[in-house]
């Protein structure tokens, strides 16, 4: 099954309006990252927040972690057309383990 | 600057044909490398891993093997394909030295199968 799941599994707003996505897993964890993916296309990496992080900026991108609730969000603000993506969290547990586990994703749409 | 190649971009083929799937990686040595099999509009799902030339680990059992011949080199290979193996088919890479496993993926493969 699933380490991550993301919530909701699709959303739709308009353009310049903020998008948040979450993401839950389920076992301890040393880092989450999220990802996106464009339709047809490879993922891509957004942004890495490690276990002992709460909260990491990275442009219009600001994801915050919860480790005692064991979730995490992704904020996007002033959302742009270009947004328009699957946007999927991945869990990686201990160091030395070489494995991502990703969740279901979210879909995300920008309406113009 | 570092790349990962696949081949084919699109494949159909029918059932009980062979697979062959080829990615290459540019611009690094030593790399973990990954391959994923995502269904329609699904997350992704962990078929094989390598962190080294010869060394595959399987996570799902199933009719499809992996191969790494050579250290920028992973190949995703079945005897006969069935109608359930069609998806959208990605490889990865991660630096060995990277402890936090960040993953970069390649454009992928979509395979149907019919």
């Known amino acids: 099954s699933q380490q991550g799941e993301e919530d909701p599994q699709a959303l739709s707003i308009q353009e310049g309006e903020n998008a948040t996505m979450n993401c839950s897993y389920k076992?301890?964890?040393?880092?989450l990252q999220w990802y996106r993916q464009n339709s047809g296309r490879g993922l891509v990496h957004l942004i890495l927040?490690?276990?002992?992080?709460r909260e990491k900026h990275s442009g219009r991108l600001r994801v915050t972690l919860d480790t005692s609730k064991k979730s995490s969000s992704l904020l996007i603000t002033a959302s742009r057309a270009a947004d328009t993506a699957s946007y999927f969290c991945?869990?990686?547990?201990?160091?030395?383990?070489?494995?991502?586990?990703f969740g279901t994703g979210t879909r995300l749409t920008i309406i113009p | 600057s570092q790349t990962i190649h696949q081949w084919p971009a699109t494949l159909v083929q029918p059932v009980g044909s062979p697979l062959s799937l080829e990615c290459t990686v540019e611009?690094?040595?030593?790399?973990?490398l990954y391959w994923y099999r995502q269904a329609a509009g699904r997350g992704l799902q962990l078929l094989f891993y390598?962190?080294?030339?010869?060394?595959i680990s399987s996570e799902v059992p199933q009719n499809l093997s992996a191969s790494r011949p050579q250290d920028r080199q992973f190949i995703l290979s079945s005897k006969k394909l069935l109608l359930s193996d069609s998806g959208f088919y990605l490889c990865?890479?991660?630096?060995?030295?990277?402890?936090?496993?960040?993953?970069?993926f390649g454009p992928g493969t979509r395979l149907t199968v019919l």
């Open positions: 390598s962190v080294g030339i010869g060394q």
């Open positions: 927040i490690r276990s002992n992080e």
């Open positions: 990865a890479r991660a630096d060995r030295d990277n402890s936090y496993n960040e993953q970069f």
């Open positions: 076992t301890s964890i040393n880092n």
């Open positions: 611009g690094t040595s030593n790399p973990n």
């Open positions: 991945a869990t990686g547990s201990n160091f030395g383990n070489e494995k991502l586990t």
